[in-house]
Structures are given as C-alpha cells and as structure tokens.
C-alpha cells in the first residue's frame, strides 16, 4: 500500500528516457502530444528512434510542437520521425478519418498513449456531438481511437514479444477526489454530469475525476478483451504537476501549483514506465501505474465497478463500456 505522502509526493523515478532501448522501425501514437506531457513523451521517443504521431488538434499545432521538438534535440543524433495525425478528441467525427490515414502509412503500432484531457472545463461545456466536454475528450474519444487502433495493434502483437505492445490511459491520482460511487448514471445508462467544476477550482471536480474512473475502466476492458493477443492496457496516473490542463483553475491554485509540483517531464516519466517498463508483465494487464513509475492498487470502490452485482461489484464497468459503444457506434 502507497502511503498518502509517496502518493503526493512520489520518490524518484524507476524508469526514464536512459533506460529506453533503440525504438528504431517502432511506431506509437501520443494523444496531445502538442504540449505538456505528451510532448515531454514524443521528444523522448523521438530521441531514441521512434516514428511518432504527433496527435493535435490542428495542423499548426503539430507544426509548432516539431519545431520545438526538433529546436530542443538539434544537437543529438537521431534516426526519429515525428508525423501528424490531426484529430479533435472533442469532436468524434474526425477520429476516423485521422485512423485511416495513420492505416494508409503505417503497418504497425507499438504504443497507442491515450495522454490528452481537459479538466474543470466551464459548466455546460460540450463537443460537437452535445457531449459533455470532459466525458468526450477524456472517454468516448479515446475509446474509439482505440478501438479503431485495435487491428493493428493485434497485428503488431503478433510479431513483438508478449505485452510489448501496449495501450496507456492516462488518468489521475485515484486516491483522492474521487466520487464516492466511482461514477453515476441516469436512467438511460449514461453517466451524468456531476456538479463541481464550476466552482471547485482549486482542485479535480467531481465530473472530471468521473471520467478518470472511466479511464480506468477503459484501461481493463481493453486488457479483458486484447490480453490473450499478448497486448497490455493500463493506467497511469501521471503525477502532479504544472501543465496545461490546469488552464481553467483558480490563478491561487496555479501558483501554488508552479511552487510545490514538479515540471512535465517527469509525468512523461509515468507514461514512459506504463508504456515500456519490462517489470510490467501479463499479471499487471488492466492494472494501474503510480507516478513516478510504480505499480499500484485502484481503490477497492473503482474495483468494484469492474464486477456484476451477482459477483458483490456494482456493474458499473460494464454499463459504462455500453455507453462508449452506443455514443461512438456510428463514427466506427
């Protein structure tokens, strides 16, 4: 058991950027890797060799991150590749056509990092298909880029050794902030969208931490149904930092923020660990990733979702996954 103050306040990481083999003829997909932590994670895997799909929002916004990119690693030597693939998790409908065209280039996928949210949006905030803004971006999207991936993520498998191909969602310190049932649902099955963010902007709202469990969730229904390929899915909670996504808190909270947490890189650390750390093996599938690299427990209250009322769960996991496939039915 992690103890509050390791989970706060994680020693230093186990697994960095020195400890990454050659990723040469590997390719992975880094959602919101413009900025922040996805970024922090691409310059890394770009380093050592790896194609990377740079997935943003805009053509200009990849454009700026490679710049970047390219600008911080001039001086080292590389055989990395960093490509586009435009898409706006907001907006479901471009999901596809930005899986096609990735399918149109590549034959492979090593590493598929579901790392892009948006947290304590403004209240009644939706993506283009009326859905809550946070439940969009940090759910349904994901879901069904993943889904879409799932070909040639198995394809891959066949040919890499166990559980080296990998899919991470990226979610956030589950011990804390958390609803109390993990997460709730109107009488058609859907996750409703719970107050807090509006107000609560010193912290996690209850609508954004909502959609972390569902991350979770997300992250053993893959491993349940993509294990026996030899694929892993885990989440990882990055760790506390100062990044973009805490763009809509309290200026108080953000200075604070700049003061006592530590700079991207080292949630890219987390996602690094998730993603190719050897001392996560088929036992850890769906399991779940501590900053800076450890593996952890999910609070037995998220646990329980993953298990039918006949089993002593709530069934939570399950109701959840039939809402990502009845939202995202139709742009498959």
């Known amino acids: ?28 997909i880094i959602t919101g890797a413009a900025s922040g932590v996805g970024f922090e994670l691409a310059k890394m895997l770009y380093v050592a060799g790896g194609t990377v799909y740079i997935a943003a929002r805009s053509t200009s916004r990849y454009e700026a991150a490679t710049d970047k990119i390219k600008a911080q690693t001039g001086g080292k030597k ?5 490509k586009p693939m435009i898409l706006d998790l907001a907006d479901l409908s471009t999901v596809k056509p930005a899986v096609d065209e990735f399918l149109r280039q590549e034959t492979r996928l090593d590493v598929l990092v579901n790392n892009a949210a948006v947290m304590n949006t403004p209240l009644g905030s ?46 956030a310190l589950m011990q804390f902030f958390t609803p109390a049932i993990a997460m709730e649902f109107d009488a058609d099955g859907r996750p409703k969208i719970l107050p807090g963010d509006n107000y609560m902007q010193s912290q996690p709202g209850n609508n954004y931490m909502q959609t972390k469990v569902g991350g979770t969730w997300l992250a053993a229904d893959f491993a349940n149904r993509l294990g026996s390929e030899g694929i892993l899915s885990v989440s990882v909670h990055p760790g ?48 779940y990733v501590l900053a ?21 769960g709530t069934g939570g996991a399950k109701m959840f996954m039939g809402y990502c496939e009845r939202e995202t039915v139709g742009f498959q």
């Open 1 to 28: 058991m992690v103890s509050t103050f390791s989970a706060l306040f994680p020693p230093a990481p186990s697994f960095t950027d020195k400890d990454l083999p050659d990723l040469a003829g590997r390719v992975f």
């Open 78 to 82: 590389t055989e990395g590749r960093l």
């Open 126 to 171: 939706q993506g283009k298909q009326g859905h809550d803004l946070e439940m969009v971006t940090n759910c349904l999207a994901p879901y069904l880029l993943t889904k879409l991936l799932e070909p040639i993520l198995i394809q891959t498998a066949t040919s890499s050794p166990p559980f080296s191909v990998r899919i991470v969602f990226v979610v």
């Open 240 to 287: 506390l930092m100062r990044t973009e996504l805490q763009r809509n808190m309290a200026t108080s909270a953000r200075v604070g923020m700049k003061l006592l947490f530590k700079g991207p890189v080292y949630g890219a650390y987390s996602e690094l660990f998730a993603g190719f750390s050897p001392k996560l093996k088929g036992q850890n599938n769906g399991g």
């Open 292 to 312: 800076w690299g450890r593996i952890a427990e999910l609070p037995e209250y998220i646990k329980k979702g993953s298990k039918s009322k006949a089993e002593g």
